[in-house]
């Protein structure tokens, strides 16, 4: 990752920026329609609970990358609306569960999507989480299965909730399956 790029957690006064970037990313992969305000808030009912922490990544002046993740609880997590079943089959398992989202950079930089990873998996790791379960478009799945031996568990040809042109694979990452090199060194 570029040197003049940091990641930290986003404050509330952030999240107008974190929807623009979110918005101008999916507008250009052709998973929203425009709107004049330029703001995409994918899952409003997930993003003000304290479940949910908000990463962005900063550089050249403002913010170039965002991911959230939320742990499973009240709420639920963002995948529920298009894999109930699946993830209701995963909760029964017990393990503590999250779901990362919202994984866009504003220039496709791989040093700062790799950055994002890095920081959701640490994130993910120190709140004990166990099983996080993401969905990515198809064409990114085995790029996830090779760096974070994820396993795909279904796949959702149609579009998404919210948006459109968007099929879906929904993966999950166990902490223990997860390559060391992704996780905090013990001290």
């Not at 393990?95 to 950055?115: K, Y």
């Amino acid at each position: 990752m570029k040197s003049d790029v940091t990641i930290r957690v986003a404050q509330s006064c952030d999240m107008d920026d974190v929807y623009r970037i979110t918005y101008d990313a999916y507008l250009d992969m052709n998973y929203c329609e425009y709107q004049s305000e330029a703001r995409l808030i994918h899952y409003p009912y997930l993003d003000n609970i304290p479940e949910t922490t908000v990463l962005i990544a900063e550089g050249d002046g403002g913010i170039v990358g965002t991911t959230s993740l939320t742990l499973d609880g009240e709420q639920g997590l963002h995948v529920d609306s298009d894999y109930k079943a699946e993830c209701a089959k995963v909760r029964t398992e017990g393990r503590r569960l999250a779901a990362a989202w919202r994984l866009v950079t504003t220039d496709h930089d791989r040093r700062v999507l790799m950055g994002l990873i890095g920081h959701m998996v640490t994130l993910a790791y120190s709140l004990s989480v166990e099983t996080c379960l993401y969905t990515f478009n198809p064409r990114h799945e085995s790029v996830y299965k090779r760096l974070l031996n994820m396993e795909t568990i279904a796949n959702h040809s149609g579009s998404v909730h919210g948006l459109k042109n968007a099929p879906s694979v929904l993966m999950r990452l166990d902490v223990e399956k997860c390559p060391s090199r992704w996780l905090p060194k013990a001290d």
